[in-house]
């Protein structure tokens, strides 16, 4: 089963080497892997999303949190959480079908970010789930070229129940 | 003391730090990055550099010194080959959680990444072997790092951390401060045990029929030898050890059942098999250990009791987890139990596996044999020495037949088995413990991995005594080669090539003897006990072909043990 864990990491030189040698040091998949400043920036957040059986999961979240410059390892796997994830993606495009494409584009919120007399980039943004039906509709125009920067994600904040005695008026 | 403000250089600094993490011993080789280091160590009082002849042979020295006295071993050396020639030892220091401290000289900081000369990415290299590493980038940095790095080596589970100096932060100057506390958010080393698990476990132990500790080198890690005693005496529990724990409860104590895995007593490995609570202190399930997971101690309910969270379910999924100092948490277990279990059968039982297949090796034939000579250590050593071994038949021959008394008495490369461990680690043991013989029990290929390093012993004029059990052959894989490999003898016959170890040892300034027969033995083992004026060493030229049993194949189980060497009529 997939697995998406946020690792809050000191921000400093070798942090995000450590968590790979310890993936490969250790034969862990990693599925996609990013990393960036947090509010502090004293610290990074890196989102990795790996896939094995519970026990290794298990296994995965104990070595994260053993690396000493891990501050907190949270496996946000069955929490309520916003994902996102960024692509670029070149597509090819003939003469009849450059408002295909950019209608498919229109039709996932997504953004036509540079064109030219071949091909047109678009930006689409969204959970990774939302990025490979885009990628699967696409392939037939034919991709030349794709960057994905890897799931970031977050808890969502605690849904407070609405109560209308505490609503200032 | 130097502690308010002032300005000093890197290198000042550096030994600065190291009187305040009341370092006693450098274990250390010159180069051009750490010159700047030496040229102050012409003047320091406050500690005792050792000059090695090898670097490996540093980090293992600092390896058998911390694992001797508990304390952080420390290493010093150069940048590029000075730096990857400790990588063995650190791995080894990993691999057997031993805490030591590892500086290495760099390239200043502006030349890293140019293929500077003699410049290695040495951080890199050893990020996968360290407990932690560093890289000091900045000179105002060096103090706060080198008191990090003394607090990770030898906290929690402890294990080697190296900083990396590049030749120009030593050679800076800023003002000193040696921080009196640590804060690392994402490292809190210590753990009590959660009290309701340990409530749960000792009520568990309490209604066991066939209990068994299962006690590795975490109990001596964490100096728990006293509550072991106390909690296995007081409540009548049997104790296996691993290679590691070996030394945590006495050899000598009829509760002791020896080591258990691959070459551990029948009886240890029938316990396991059969017992229905097997409790494991400080060890982490070793596939040497287990062999055949799914096999191992199928009738017992587990209890895993170690510091590091990552041990456990890691190789043998537990029924009960405990994370938390063993000491403290044995402390607790104790406390809440009553009286000593009536586990009489049990006990028969255990007994009754004790007779039935009981250490045994051939005495009548004349021929000088290990065992004999292993055991005759014991004896002569009242099971008090620090032996330390290398890596071979000879180190479980020693596990087995030595009688270890005391903990930090026996040092030996486990996890990584790393040939060349012994002599090195027996010299640095040497330096830590004095009140104590310390002996090496090495194979004749081990010895010549790290044979340099008699040098360092004779020029310090340590009391080791050096006994090399020479059987012509890089023994244990001969061993693996008979049983499992078709007796396809390659590269394991040494008999045409080895040296006349006397004459090398004499070469180099030690006192030395040959030993070809059971009777000399005594004579040489008295004579070297009562030499104390440098190291000796006594070359044991012992039978060629002996194969250490029990064994358990690799990967197989308990009930697939072989006792003894297979007769030829019965092979057919
Ligand atoms: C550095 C290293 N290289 C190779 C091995 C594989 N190995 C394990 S035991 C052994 C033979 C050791 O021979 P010797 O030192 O003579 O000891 P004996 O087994 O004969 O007692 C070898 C080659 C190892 N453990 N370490
Ligand atoms: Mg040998």
Request: aromatic share 8%; glycine share 8%.
């Amino acid at each position: 089963m997939k697995h998406t864990i946020s690792v809050l990491v000191e921000n400093q030189f070798g942090a995000f080497n450590r968590v790979a040698t310890m993936f490969s040091g250790k034969g862990f998949n990693i599925h996609s892997i990013s990393i960036g400043e947090t509010e502090n920036p004293e610290v990074s957040r890196m989102t990795i999303v790996t896939e094995g059986e519970d026990k290794i999961m298990e296994q995965v979240v104990k070595q994260l949190n053993r690396l000493i410059d891990t501050i907190k390892v949270i496996d946000l796997t069955g929490q309520t959480r916003v994902e996102r994830e960024l692509a670029l993606i070149t597509v090819f495009y003939q003469k009849g079908t450059r408002a295909e494409v950019i209608s498919i584009c229109d039709i996932f919120r997504g953004n036509v970010v540079d064109i030219n007399n071949k091909t047109i980039t678009l930006e689409i943004t969204g959970p990774p789930d939302k990025i490979d039906a885009v990628v699967n509709v696409l392939e037939p125009y034919g991709i030349k070229e794709m960057a994905r920067s890897g799931t970031v994600a977050l808890k969502r904040g605690e849904q407070l129940k609405y109560d209308k005695n505490s609503v200032t008026q | 003391m130097r502690t308010t403000k002032q300005k000093l250089s890197g290198a000042d600094i550096f030994f600065e730090c190291l009187r305040q993490e009341k370092v006693e011993y450098v274990f250390g080789y010159p180069g051009g990055a750490v010159l700047k280091i030496y040229e102050k160590l012409y003047d320091v009082k406050h500690l005792k550099h050792i000059l090695v002849r090898h670097e490996q042979g540093a980090a293992h020295m600092a390896e058998g010194y911390a694992k001797a006295t508990g304390k952080v071993g420390v290493v010093l050396v150069t940048s590029g080959p000075g730096a990857t020639n400790t990588v063995t030892g650190i791995a080894d220091a990993y691999m057997d959680s031993v805490p030591i401290v590892v500086f290495s000289g760099q390239v200043a900081t502006h030349l890293i990444g140019n293929d500077a000369f003699q410049e290695a990415d040495i951080v890199g290299i050893t990020r996968p072997i360290t407990k932690h590493n560093f890289l000091v980038r900045d000179v105002n940095e060096l103090a706060s790092t080198i008191k990090k790095a003394f607090f990770i080596a030898s906290t929690g589970r402890p294990g080697p951390v190296l900083v990396d100096l590049p030749k120009d932060v030593i050679n800076s100057v800023c003002e000193f401060e040696y921080p009196d506390k640590v804060e690392m958010r994402g490292y809190k080393p210590t753990f009590l045990g959660h009290q309701n698990q340990i409530k749960k476990a000792a009520e568990i132990i309490k209604s066991a029929k066939r209990p068994l500790l299962y006690v590795g080198g975490g109990v001596i890690m964490s100096n728990g030898e006293r509550e072991l005693r106390l909690f296995a005496k007081e409540n009548n529990l049997p104790v296996t050890m691993t290679l590691q724990g070996l030394g945590a409860f006495p050899g000598t104590d009829s509760q002791s059942l020896g080591m258990l895995g691959m070459h551990g007593t029948y009886w240890a490995n029938q316990a396991v098999n059969n017992c229905d609570v097997l409790v494991s202190l400080g060890a982490r399930f070793d596939d040497r250990v287990t062999g055949k997971v799914d096999t191992f101690a199928t009738k017992a309910y587990k209890i895993h009791v170690d510091i590091d969270p990552t041990c456990i379910d890691k190789n043998v999924i537990v029924d009960l987890p405990i994370v938390g100092d063993v000491k403290h948490v044995l402390a607790e277990l104790a406390a809440e139990m009553n009286e000593p279990l009536q586990i009489d059968d049990w006990w028969e039982q255990i007994n009754g596996w004790r007779e039935e297949c009981p250490l045994h090796y051939e005495k009548n034939d004349g021929k000088l044999r290990s065992e004999f000579i292993i055991e005759k250590i014991s004896e002569k050593t009242k099971g008090e020495a620090v032996v330390v071994t290398d890596v071979g038949q000879h180190q479980m021959w020693t596990a087995q037949y030595y009688k270890f008394n005391n903990p930090r008495s026996h040092l030996t490369s486990g996890g990584l088995g790393t040939m060349g461990f012994g002599l090195p680690a027996a010299i640095g043991a040497a330096f830590g413990v004095k009140d104590r013989p310390v002996v090496l029990i090495s194979g004749d290929g081990g010895f010549q991995m790290n044979i340099q390093e008699l040098a360092t012993a004779v020029y310090n004029k340590l009391p080791v005594k050096l006994f090399i059990i020479n059987n012509s052959f890089l023994g244990m894989v001969r061993q693996w080669q008979e049983l499992f490999h078709d007796e396809k003898y390659s590269f394991t016959d040494l008999s045409e090539s080895n040296p006349d170890f006397v004459k090398v040892a004499q070469a180099f300034g030690l006192k030395a003897i040959a030993v070809n027969s059971p009777s000399k033995v005594d004579d040489a083992l008295d004579e070297a006990f009562a030499y104390n004026d440098g190291p000796v060493l006594i070359e044991f030229k012992v039978v060629k072909e002996d194969m250490v049993f029990p064994i358990i194949p690799a990967g197989k189980s308990v009930n697939e043990i072989m006792t003894k060497r297979l007769d030829p009529k019965e092979m057919v």
